[in-house]
């Protein structure tokens, strides 16, 4: 089946330390996404990607990096300097830039 | 900057109710997407709303789309218990980045 996994579901952080979240994707999809979601929040953009080699920042970047080597695949790193990193986040991808968004089941990052 | 609003953030409902989510935004756009989320769960895409005066219908919710006024709206029919969730609309900016709203946290109680 095609589709987006996260992994893993849950991870917990020590201060001071960088982790990173996974996003791979069976879709063949172009583009891909990560959000942020805060209770009761809406989804925030992190970072997305149109192409391979191509990533740009979305409207909370500072304190996250991502890297996007193969198609397939768009890691989120959450450094040290993101001082509030407890959130739900999301990865998402489209066929295109502007086409619907499907989204995978999403990471839990707590601080220990 | 791109504003989405949307209201009421919280709905609770009677089973059998009927009732409207509604969706602003400050910016001219024509591609709308409505979203369903469950507590801890990911986003369910419910509808794509691409056009002005756009009109979909999936069971019990009806979504509609009026870019003049920056307007959609979530219709709910005769509400049942399995529509309880977190209901998102997220609209494309000119540069088709999404913004969310904040969401409307629906109960329907028997």
């Known amino acids: 089946d095609g589709g987006i996994t996260q992994s893993p579901k849950y991870l917990f952080r020590k ?3 960088n982790v990173t979240l996974s ?3 069976n879709l063949n999809h172009d583009a891909m996404y990560w959000y942020r979601q805060d209770p009761g929040q809406g989804l925030r953009l992190i970072y997305y990607s149109q192409i391979v080699n191509d990533f740009q920042k979305g409207d909370i970047a500072e304190g996250y990096s991502v890297s996007r080597e ?5 890691p989120l790193t959450v450094t040290s300097a993101q001082k509030n990193p407890t959130a739900f986040y999301l990865c998402a ?3 295109q830039f502007n086409q619907p968004q499907h989204f995978g089941d999403g990471t839990r990052l707590s601080i220990l | 900057e791109l504003k989405v609003e949307q209201n009421p953030l919280f709905l609770s409902m009677q089973e059998g109710k009927n009732y ?3 969706c602003n935004y400050s910016t001219t756009s024509d591609r709308l997407y409505w979203y369903r989320q469950d507590p801890g769960k990911s986003l369910e895409s419910l509808f794509v709303l691409l056009s002005n005066g756009a009109v979909k219908q999936e069971g019990r919710l009806m979504a509609s789309l009026d870019t003049k006024a920056r307007l959609s709206t979530l219709h709910i029919t005769a509400a049942v218990h399995d529509l309880s969730a977190t209901y998102f609309c997220a609209v494309d900016g ?3 980045k999404l913004t969310f709203g904040k969401g409307t946290l629906l109960t329907v109680n028997p």
């Not at chain 1, 193969?70 to 768009?74: A, G, I, L, Y």
């Open chain 1, 23 to 25: 996003c791979e994707q």
């Open chain 1, 93 to 95: 991808s489209s066929w």
């Open chain 2, 20 to 22: 409207t989510i509604y």
């Open chain 1, 15 to 17: 201060e001071g330390q």
């Open chain 1, 70 to 74: 193969k198609k397939e695949s768009f």
């Open chain 2, 94 to 96: 000119s540069n088709y």
